[in-house]
């Protein structure tokens, strides 16, 4: 059994928080991007249909949530959009 406390490279936000939660009003997921739980559908998560060897497709959602998407899988895309330089890189400190 391993330490908690010794989990170094865990990809996850909490490595103690499951994936999945069950609640109230259904099924959310954790992304591993903000740590939240989002309800597992569409709206919150981009996903894509993956065959089976059996021939039926399963759904997969991605590990990050549509907000965090493009933070974790696409930096460079969002980067120059969102770069946020300090005020002192800008020049404008008093
Ligand atoms: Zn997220």
Not at 18 to 30: A, D
């Amino acid at each position: 059994m391993k330490d908690q406390h010794d989990n170094k490279t865990v990809d996850w936000v909490d490595a103690n928080k499951p994936k999945y939660i069950e609640t109230e009003l259904g099924r959310e997921k954790l992304c591993i991007q903000c740590g939240e739980y989002w309800p597992l559908d569409d709206e919150f998560w981009w996903h894509r249909n993956v065959k089976l060897v059996n021939g039926q497709v399963s759904k997969r959602y991605e590990a990050a949530c549509k907000c965090c998407y493009n933070v974790r899988y696409k930096p460079g895309k969002t980067k120059n959009k969102n770069s946020i330089r300090s005020v002192y890189e800008k020049g404008e400190a008093a």
